[in-house]
Structure formats: structure tokens, C-alpha cells
Nanobody, 124 residues
Framework: QVQLVESGGGLVRAGDFLRLSCTAS????????MAWFRQAPGKEREFVAA????????HFGPSAQGRYTISLDRTTNTMTLQMIRLKPEDTAVYFC?????????????????WGQGTQVTVSP
């Protein structure tokens, strides 16, 4: 597994922006993709966005389309999620994840490593 450390969560107002970062400690772990999932109270975990390690190809879930961007810095093994025009329904714990296998990026069961999560709260 790879260790993942998230940062950047917090309390913001609707319409604000926020940046989440996730740094991977690889130690020989081959990463094919990194992703963000989120889970709101009483709801299932939801795919937010992912980026493929080799191509920087981004993928977004329905909730992220048009408002979120994702990027990767291989020099620091850090993935960043930039969120704009935040809404109260974006409130959730956001989890960083990494996987070794190629293929689908939107399914949480395919990910090998997970961070502890960072809380994002958007007030009306």
C-alpha cells in the first residue's frame, strides 16, 4: 500500500472555493491513478474525480462537472482538487485514494490505499 495524507479541508460559504491536496508516499508502490471520493452523512461514498498517473487524464463524477479541476505533481507525488462555486450539498468528508491496476477509475472497490479523509463544510 501507499500512504496518503490529505490536507485543505475546512468551513467555507456557498460560492467560495477550496483546494484539497493529497500527497502519496509511494515507496515502490506503482500508482496507475489517484482519486477523490466523498461521503456525506447518511449517504454512500461517491466518486468525485480521478487522474491517471501516466497521462494526467482527468475524470469527473457528475457532481464535479464544470466546478472542479484535478491535477498531479509527480515531483511531489501530490494530487490537487480545486473546487469552485461550492454548494452546501458539497459538504462531506473527502477521501483520497490510489490504485495500482489500470482500467476504471470511478469505482471505490478498485482502490488499494485510502487516506483518513478531510472534512469540507459549505454553509448556505
Amino acid at each position: 500500500q501507499v500512504q496518503l495524507v490529505e490536507s485543505g479541508g475546512g468551513l467555507v460559504r456557498a460560492g467560495d472555493f477550496l483546494r484539497l491536496s493529497c500527497t502519496a508516499s509511494r515507496r515502490g508502490f506503482s500508482i496507475s491513478a489517484m482519486a477523490w471520493f466523498r461521503q456525506a452523512p447518511g449517504k454512500e461514498r461517491e466518486f468525485v474525480a480521478a487522474i491517471r498517473w501516466s497521462s494526467d487524464s482527468p475524470h469527473f463524477g457528475p457532481s464535479a462537472q464544470g466546478r472542479y479541476t484535478i491535477s498531479l505533481d509527480r515531483t511531489t507525488n501530490t494530487m490537487t482538487l480545486q473546487m469552485i462555486r461550492l454548494k452546501p450539498e458539497d459538504t462531506a468528508v473527502y477521501f483520497c485514494a490510489a490504485k495500482r491496476t489500470e482500467g476504471r477509475v470511478g469505482l471505490d472497490a478498485l482502490y488499494d490505499s485510502w487516506g483518513q479523509g478531510t472534512q469540507v463544510t459549505v454553509s448556505p
